[in-house]
């Protein structure tokens, strides 16, 4: 179905909060019910740049002004041609409007609540595989009401979120499509009246660990258009018994050895996955997110420094939401104090080889990683950038010592999987150019017509060398939070997706939101983070040569409602664009436009995928493509010349299976699964 386009898209009057409890309970251990774990006072670059500001007065704030906006010039080479053409205009009060661009030529969706995903007039959409879909041979049909661990262990798996195509050939018609599982919603996954929250089944929790992990499939494209999903060689389930190789400078630290890995070099599982990347050698990361809520007894610990440490992830006593640790002890840290600290990383996965061990990269750092993606630096380094996706929390960057080798030889990716072992983690700091009395937490425009400034990466380890005082380098790898509180990392409204575009070479942040930003005894606002109260979250945009550590940035987007004064669409005419809120996951497209999807819509309508140019006239144009069904969220885009992919996670989530809001996508009285939908239309994406 298609909901009727209008120029300027009308919001939902119905306001409802953007998840539902039950989501926030399962996929993040209700983070925003508890106290943010930052709670450093940490006095990082916003605060230093007001009271300099405000000591020396809004002069030297011009002066500071000046140098940014040579920044993007002057860091990208010869000066001129160098400055992105929306620089050129005067953003923020032209009210521009160009020609379509090519990718986003569409009519828009408007926003709804329908139980269904929305598509442009045009497109069609199929599902390609849905929760319990056979992934490896043998594996049986999905029957709701006969679920076993057996069974779930060789099928898809539940809460599908990031997305990675990776074609097998030239031609693109064989690609392995590979999936995060990131969390399990037991009250919506098991028939009604068959789990009890409190006393679950040991086959229950069996089915859990199964449900969680990663899918590799092979998809073929259609001749009519679009993928499908094919028996496979290379299919392949990783689930909480799949065996990781701990790599890096932490592997065997004593923080990771327990009594079943002696070593701490061999991890049985991955955790909330969550969003990830496809490197340039044709390998999966991805990033282990809300691994904090599956330990149970954190109380139990006594000794200050270890208690600080859990308390910094977000680790709470008591019983586990999932109650995990009544079958098997590693979840208890009463028991295994050291299994905690063997999640939190960046993982790699090689879909090329089924019989492959993936991989925990220490040298990333251990948070609570949303993704991780990898530009090439100009010298052949490996630059991989991953958001600690937590309020207050911060941006990270890992430089490779050793340089990329091009090609997708076996050799090739062995070479280049190596070079995350080997290399500088860093930590950003971002300082606005405004004067302070020009950022006051509601969004208004400072008055040189942006939230800009200059950034710097500060350095946190490299190899066995730490550069934080106090901390050994194996535990700023192991206890990265903790190391980058003291050297003034800029606490950021909840980093989510950290995204290189392939055609501008720019960065790209997606911040979803922050509702503590500016509360009693939080941190204020600042430039990068210039909303008290932040619901409707923000993109971040920046310029550098990947393997430095000077960087210029501005914000693309203020997202939200774009009746209201405090969001900003790049400078676009706000009277032409799709309202906006919480930007999670990031794309690009061929031609270099963003895409977005959201996680949490605080306007009322459903989750959606959303497309921006981010330069020329129409930078800051974002046009809603497609809304996801009731209770969802829109997860791992993937954009290609003739398909769009994306991650329809938690339908209905919430209700219960009793009573299911969302019947997507079997219809009828079906309860809802979590599932891949490809977009197509005959005809390239987004041309018309
Ligand atoms: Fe799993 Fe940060 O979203
Ligand atoms: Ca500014
Ligand atoms: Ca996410």
Same mark, same amino acid.
């Given at each position: 179905?298609?909901?009727?386009?209008?120029?300027?898209?009308?919001?939902?009057?119905?306001?409802?909060?953007?998840?539902?409890?039950?989501?926030?309970?399962?996929?993040?251990?209700?983070?925003?019910?508890?106290?943010?774990?930052?709670?450093?006072?940490?006095?990082?670059?916003?605060?230093?740049?007001?009271?300099?500001?405000?000591?020396?007065?809004?002069?030297?704030?011009?002066?500071?002004?000046?140098?940014?906006?040579?920044?993007?010039?002057?860091?990208?080479?010869?000066?001129?041609?160098?400055?992105?053409?929306?620089?050129?205009?005067?953003?923020?009060?032209?009210?521009?409007?160009?020609?379509?661009?090519?990718?986003?030529?569409?009519?828009?969706?408007?926003?709804?609540?329908?139980?269904?995903?929305?598509?442009?007039?045009?497109?069609?959409?199929?599902?390609?595989?849905?929760?319990?879909?056979?992934?490896?041979?043998?594996?049986?049909?999905?029957?709701?009401?006969?679920?076993?661990?057996?069974?779930?262990?060789?099928?898809?798996?539940?809460?599908?979120?990031?997305?990675?195509?990776?074609?097998?050939?030239?031609?693109?018609?064989?690609?392995?499509?590979?999936?995060?599982?990131?969390?399990?919603?037991?009250?919506?996954?098991?028939?009604?009246?068959?789990?009890?929250?409190?006393?679950?089944?040991?086959?229950?929790?069996?089915? #859990?660990? /199964?449900?969680?992990?990663?899918?590799? =499939? $092979? *998809? %073929? +494209?259609?001749?009519?258009? @679009?993928?499908?999903?094919?028996?496979?060689?290379?299919?392949?389930?990783?689930?909480?018994?799949?065996?990781?190789?701990?790599?890096?400078?932490?592997?065997?630290?004593?923080?990771?050895?327990?009594?079943?890995?002696?070593?701490?070099?061999?991890?049985?599982?991955?955790?909330?996955?969550?969003?990830?990347?496809?490197?340039?050698?044709?390998?999966?990361?991805?990033?282990?997110?809300?691994?904090?809520?599956?330990? #149970?007894? /954190?109380?139990?610990?006594?000794?200050? =420094? $270890? *208690? %600080? +440490?859990?308390?910094?992830? @977000?680790?709470?006593?008591?019983?586990?939401?999932?109650?995990?640790?009544?079958?098997?002890?590693?979840?208890?840290?009463?028991?295994?104090?050291?299994?905690?600290?063997?999640?939190?990383?960046?993982?790699?996965?090689?879909?090329?080889?089924?019989?492959?061990?993936?991989?925990?990269?220490?040298?990333?750092?251990?948070?609570?990683?949303?993704?991780?993606?990898?530009?090439?630096?100009?010298?052949?380094?490996?630059?991989?950038?991953?958001?600690?996706?937590?309020?207050?929390?911060?941006?990270?960057?890992?430089?490779?010592? @050793?340089?990329?080798?091009?090609?997708?030889?076996?050799?090739?990716?062995?070479?280049?999987?190596?070079?995350?072992?080997?290399?500088?983690?860093?930590?950003?700091?971002?300082?606005?150019?405004?004067?302070?009395?020009?950022?006051?937490?509601?969004?208004?425009?400072?008055?040189?017509?942006?939230?800009?400034?200059?950034?710097?990466?500060?350095?946190?380890?490299?190899?066995?060398?730490?550069?934080?005082?106090?901390?050994?380098?194996?535990?700023?790898?192991?206890?990265?939070?903790?190391?980058?509180?003291?050297?003034?990392?800029?606490?950021?409204?909840?980093?989510?997706?950290?995204?290189?575009?392939?055609?501008?070479?720019?960065?790209?942040?997606?911040?979803?939101?922050?509702?503590?930003?500016?509360?009693?005894?939080?941190?204020?606002?600042?430039?990068?983070?210039?909303?008290?109260?932040?619901?409707?979250?923000?993109?971040?945009?920046?310029?550098?040569?990947?393997?430095?550590?000077?960087?210029?940035?501005?914000?693309?987007?203020?997202?939200?409602?774009?009746?209201?004064?405090?969001?900003?669409?790049?400078?676009?005419?706000?009277?032409?664009?799709?309202?906006?809120?919480?930007?999670?996951?990031?794309?690009?497209?061929?031609?270099?436009?963003?895409?977005?999807?959201?996680?949490?819509?605080?306007?009322?309508?459903?989750?959606?995928?959303?497309?921006?140019?981010?330069?020329?006239?129409?930078?800051?144009?974002?046009?809603?493509?497609?809304?996801?069904?009731?209770?969802?969220?829109?997860?791992?885009?993937?954009?290609?010349?003739?398909?769009?992919?994306?991650?329809?996670?938690?339908?209905?989530?919430?209700?219960?299976?009793?009573?299911?809001?969302?019947?997507?996508?079997?219809?009828?009285?079906?309860?809802?699964?979590?599932?891949?939908?490809?977009?197509?239309?005959?005809?390239?994406?987004?041309?018309?």
């Amino acid at each position: 179905m298609s909901v009727q386009p209008g120029r300027l898209l009308p919001l939902l009057t119905s306001h409802r909060s953007g998840r539902s409890p039950v989501t926030c309970e399962y996929r993040c251990g209700n983070a925003c019910a508890h106290p943010a774990p930052n709670t450093s006072d940490n006095e990082y670059f916003g605060d230093v740049v007001r009271n300099v500001v405000s000591r020396r007065g809004a002069l030297k704030a011009g002066a500071v002004m000046t140098a940014t906006a040579a920044g993007f010039a002057a860091l990208s080479g010869t000066a001129a041609a160098a400055v992105p053409p929306a620089l050129a205009g005067k953003p923020g009060t032209s009210g521009r409007q160009g020609a379509p661009v090519p990718g986003t030529d569409f009519d828009p969706v408007a926003p709804n609540t329908a139980d269904a995903v929305v598509i442009p007039e045009g497109y069609e959409q199929r599902v390609l595989i849905r929760w319990g879909d056979p992934v490896v041979p043998g594996a049986p049909e999905f029957d709701f009401h006969n679920q076993s661990a057996a069974a779930q262990a060789k099928q898809f798996g539940y809460n599908n979120d990031f997305v990675g195509l990776i074609p097998q050939d030239g031609s693109g018609k064989r690609n392995f499509l590979v999936v995060n599982h990131e969390y399990t919603t037991e009250v919506d996954m098991f028939p009604a009246g068959t789990y009890d929250p409190e006393n679950p089944t040991e086959e229950q929790v069996r089915i #859990a660990w /199964a449900a969680h992990g990663l899918s590799v =499939v $092979q *998809a %073929e +494209r259609e001749r009519s258009g @679009g993928l499908k999903v094919v028996p496979s060689r290379y299919n392949r389930r990783i689930t909480m018994d799949t065996e990781f190789e701990v790599r890096g400078p932490a592997a065997g630290s004593k923080y990771l050895k327990t009594s079943a890995d002696p070593s701490g070099r061999v991890v049985r599982g991955t955790q909330n996955n969550c969003a990830g990347g496809v490197t340039p050698w044709g390998t999966v990361l991805s990033g282990e997110e809300n691994f904090n809520q599956y330990f #149970a007894n /954190a109380e139990t610990v006594t000794d200050p =420094v $270890q *208690a %600080e +440490r859990l308390a910094r992830y @977000g680790i709470s006593g008591g019983a586990s939401t999932r109650k995990w640790e009544r079958f098997d002890k590693r979840w208890d840290i009463a028991q295994e104090p050291n299994e905690v600290h063997r999640f939190g990383w960046v993982v790699e996965i090689d879909p090329n080889d089924p019989d492959s061990r993936p991989i925990k990269h220490t040298a990333l750092g251990r948070f609570k990683h949303e993704a991780a993606n990898v530009k090439i630096a100009k010298d052949g380094r490996v630059v991989v950038y991953s958001g600690d996706d937590e309020r207050f929390d911060y941006i990270y960057k890992f430089v490779s010592n @050793g340089k990329y080798k091009p090609g997708k030889s076996a050799h090739a990716r062995r070479h280049n999987m190596s070079l995350l072992d080997d290399g500088t983690l860093y930590v950003a700091k971002f300082t606005g150019d405004s004067p302070a009395s020009e950022i006051d937490g509601s969004g208004a425009l400072p008055s040189d017509g942006e939230f800009d400034g200059v950034g710097e990466w500060i350095p946190l380890a490299s190899g066995n060398k730490s550069f934080v005082d106090g901390f050994t380098a194996e535990e700023v790898y192991v206890f990265t939070r903790l190391a980058a509180d003291k050297v003034g990392a800029t606490k950021m409204d909840r980093p989510e997706d950290i995204e290189p575009n392939p055609v501008n070479g720019r960065i790209y942040a997606a911040l979803t939101n922050n509702s503590d930003r500016g509360a009693s005894g939080k941190a204020g606002a600042d430039e990068a983070n210039p909303r008290n109260g932040n619901r409707n979250g923000h993109v971040l945009e920046w310029e550098e040569d990947g393997a430095g550590t000077r960087f210029v940035w501005r914000l693309l987007l203020v997202c939200g409602d774009p009746a209201t004064a405090d969001t900003y669409f790049g400078g676009f005419d706000k009277n032409a664009v799709s309202p906006i809120s919480c930007p999670d996951n990031l794309a690009f497209d061929s031609y270099g436009n963003l895409w977005i999807s959201t996680d949490g819509n605080a306007l009322g309508s459903n989750d959606g995928l959303f497309s921006v140019p981010v330069d020329g006239p129409n930078r800051g144009q974002v046009k809603q493509f497609l809304t996801v069904p009731i209770g969802a969220e829109a997860c791992g885009p993937v954009v290609t010349d003739d398909v769009v992919l994306v991650a329809v996670q938690h339908p209905g989530e919430g209700a219960g299976a009793a009573n299911p809001e969302s019947h997507w996508p079997d219809g009828g009285s079906a309860n809802p699964r979590p599932a891949i939908v490809a977009v197509w239309k005959k005809g390239r994406i987004g041309v018309r």
